[in-house]
């Protein structure tokens, strides 16, 4: 598929192409939605908002962003802007809201897309920040994408007879050697070129690195299996303090939904398949697997000099295949198969230094805290990440299998508090040279 970037001068295509975009984001939130009363407004898990908050709220995002803002449109529904704003209403506290019901719910994102259009056909896509190669748009999209992938991990959290289902991945390979060495030296972090990317993708700014080994592949199942029977949860050395106290606090033993061999995925209980990257586990099971496996969790910017640079070219890529757009032989990305496929499974998404599965798959946890790059400036507001910037957030890299190919790229940063696990995450580990 074309970049934006190149479609930045040709007005007709980039609207379409964000038409395009905005309805694919919608088919998957539609049809995460598309079941039963009851479940749509019950909360499975104190973590997640009903999906019917989920729903509204993506639609009262679209509203204020690219109706009022973009548009200069009057509000449709002022009354419900402070039950749908994530800052004012805490997730376990969202099921006693007067939320919008499931009906009034698809009628009002449904009047939203509508207007936000007729908002796309005649606003120039340029002259002001906001709409810049249709910025404020790639961003509701995004926003779509990543509270589809929220109502995906809701979904996994819900008890009861299965509701999803999804075709089996591609099988995997067996890499080369099992870790990869990387030179180390300055690579570009970042991005300046990126037209939807993110306020904290930015500066791409020149970065120092040792030189480091990191795993060809994101650790399996079976090698995190080896961490559990070898009493990898009993054995304070490999914790760190903090890590150690939430471990016996939470009663951690294995990874989330897995039990006596199998583990239950959207209502599947199936047993564990050995070479599929890990997932559901926290910040502190991942740190501590690295230390008992003699390694450590790569940082932020050694994960992507791994994902990104090309030592023949000294450049940095936006993806690790080079610069296309994901391809669907590129990665296990945008919740195909509900799972992550086996390792070695996408040849074709090898990074030039050897890495892979970089992206897709499962989020990787990395050493990192979310901080900002050095000169970074908030936009367009404060709530995406400016105040999220701190030492209590860890940075996760490169998309899960849940995640849309308009929200993941070598230089998207996720970030999340280092006890959670019902997100699709796993990692990868590196060491010292
Ligand atoms: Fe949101």
């Known amino acids: 598929m074309t970049s934006i970037e190149e479609l930045r001068h040709s007005p007709e295509q980039l609207r379409a192409r964000i038409a395009a975009e905005l309805e694919r984001a919608r088919g998957r939130s539609r049809r995460l939605t598309d079941i039963e009363h009851e479940e749509l407004v019950r909360q499975h898990s104190p973590l997640m908002s009903p999906l019917v908050w989920d729903y509204a709220h993506i639609g009262s995002q679209e509203e204020l962003w690219l109706v009022r803002d973009v548009g200069g449109r009057d509000p449709v529904r002022p009354d419900i802007d402070a039950i749908y704003d994530a800052f004012q209403t805490k997730r376990a506290d969202r099921p006693s809201l007067p939320l919008l019901g499931p009906e009034e719910a698809r009628a009002y994102v449904r009047t939203v897309r509508d207007k936000a259009l007729d908002v796309l056909e005649r606003t120039p896509l340029e002259g002001r920040r906001l709409v810049e190669a249709g910025f404020a748009f790639g961003m509701i999209v995004q926003h779509e994408q990543q509270h589809v992938e929220t109502m995906l991990a809701t ?105 006596n061999g199998h583990r239950t995925r959207f209502g599947h209980v199936e047993p564990i398949p050995p070479e599929e990257p890990v997932q559901h586990v926290c910040w502190y099971e991942a740190d501590a697997y690295a230390r008992w496996a003699g390694k450590r969790l790569p940082t932020e910017a050694e994960w992507e000099m791994a994902a990104r640079f090309d030592p023949a070219t ?84 490169g998309g899960s299998w849940a995640a ?4 993941v790229r070598a230089t998207f940063r996720n970030w999340d508090y280092p006890i959670r696990r019902q997100i699709f995450a796993g990692f990868r580990c590196a060491r010292d040279v």
């Not at 599965?357 to 790059?373: I, N």
């Open 314 to 397: 000294g450049r940095s890529q936006r993806f690790p295949w080079g610069d296309e757009d994901p391809r669907p032989e590129h990665a296990n990305l945008g919740g195909t198969y509900l799972q992550p496929a086996p390792v070695g499974a996408y040849p074709k998404g090898t990074s030039p230094l050897g890495v892979r599965g970089l992206m897709g798959d499962v989020w990787e946890w990395t050493s990192s805290d979310f901080t900002p790059y050095p000169g970074f400036t908030m936009f367009p507001y404060p709530e995406y990440s400016e105040v999220f910037f701190g030492p209590e957030y860890k940075v996760l890299r």
């Open 404 to 407: 849309d190919q308009t929200a």
């Open 155 to 259: 979904h996994q959290l819900r008890v009861g007879a299965p509701v999803l289902d999804a075709p089996e991945p591609p099988p995997g390979t067996a890499p080369d050697a099992p870790e990869v060495h990387v030179p180390g030296g300055m690579f570009l972090m970042g991005t300046d070129l990126e037209p939807w990317a993110l306020d904290n993708e930015r500066p791409a700014h020149a970065v120092g690195v040792e030189p480091f080994w990191i795993d060809t592949d994101p650790v399996t199942n079976a090698q995190y299996a080896a961490f559990v029977e070898a009493g990898g949860y009993d054995d304070e050395r490999w914790w760190t303090p903090d890590g150690w106290a939430h471990r016996v606090a939470a009663g951690l033993e294995a990874p989330q939904f897995w039990e």
